[in-house]
């Protein structure tokens, strides 16, 4: 009965997310299409579990060049407890400031888009990466709990939510504790935020992807081997053409007090030769 109970949940909140969210799904799609009709990119970010949508988007069949995920061993649990473990991610995760380090390394540029996923859309590293990349010129998409907004208080010292930050804010319409299944206890069960962040993922993916197609300008598409009439070497062709495109860019400049670290090193210069 519980596993009925947990899909008929999960099923009315999809249907929810239909009903509700599919004009800002069909804004965001048009966000997408126009970046990467134009040579631009889609990052994609997330941390802890947030971090599977991200996965899920690209390199996956059905999927094509144009997105960016951007994933950091840190912020993405590979082990239970100890170095990789979920309490050390969380403590990183909701350590101010090391998000803008972590996107130094990444040449961000406006005519870029970023979907950040978050189900609670509190902690540092969604809101810092959001933050950032609208700094840096870039459409911020989000993907949250609105629910959670209503009923809690920020968590960042800017104040704000993920959802706050967006250009569009797509609500998951999953309620604040995530869990969906009421077993008697005082704690739920079985977590709903991760199928609705993927399926919100695939409809964004969709909705830009028919927009590219009608425009001509749909680029190379992972396909599954089991496809009848596929050439050999397709999705050898979809990795040279992401390649290309991962490397088509140089090393990011005017990282983030870089300026200012050159005037010290020269002020500092000066004052070594005068002596």
């Not at 997408?32 to 690209?58: E, K, Q, T, W």
Request: proline fraction near 7%; aromatic fraction near 8%; hydrophobic fraction near 40%.
């Amino acid at each position: 009965m519980s596993a009925e109970r947990y899909l008929n949940r999960i099923q009315k909140i999809l249907v929810k997310i239909q009903k509700t969210q599919l004009g800002k799904i069909k804004r965001a799609g048009k966000i997408i299409a126009r970046a990467i009709a134009s040579g631009n990119r889609v990052y994609l970010f997330g941390s802890g579990h947030s971090v599977i949508p991200v996965m899920d988007v690209f390199p996956r069949y059905g999927s094509f060049v144009g997105f960016y995920p951007l994933y950091d061993p840190r912020l993405m649990w590979h082990n239970v407890i100890g170095p990789g473990g979920a309490r050390e991610l969380l403590w990183i995760e909701r350590k101010e400031g090391y998000a803008k380090v972590f996107l130094q390394s990444y040449s961000l540029q406006p005519g870029d888009a970023i979907i950040v996923f978050s189900h609670g859309g509190r902690n540092a590293a969604p809101l810092e990466v959001a933050i950032e990349a609208r700094n840096r010129g870039l459409k911020v998409i989000s993907v949250s709990s609105h629910q959670n907004l209503k009923m809690s208080r920020p968590a960042h010292s800017s104040g704000k939510f993920l959802a706050q930050i967006a250009d569009v804010a797509i609500d998951n319409c999953i309620p604040p504790e995530d869990a969906l299944v009421d077993v008697g206890k005082p704690e739920r069960i079985a977590a709903g935020s991760t199928v609705a962040a993927v399926s919100v993922a695939m409809a964004l993916l969709a909705e830009a992807g028919a927009i590219l197609t009608r425009q001509g300008k749909l680029p190379p598409t992972f396909v599954s081997p089991n496809v009848a009439g596929l050439a050999p070497d397709h999705n050898d062709r979809v990795y040279q053409a992401f390649t290309e495109f991962y490397y088509s860019r140089p090393a990011p400049r005017n990282i983030p007090g870089q300026k200012e670290a050159r005037k010290k090193s020269k002020k500092a210069g000066k004052k070594q030769n005068r002596k």
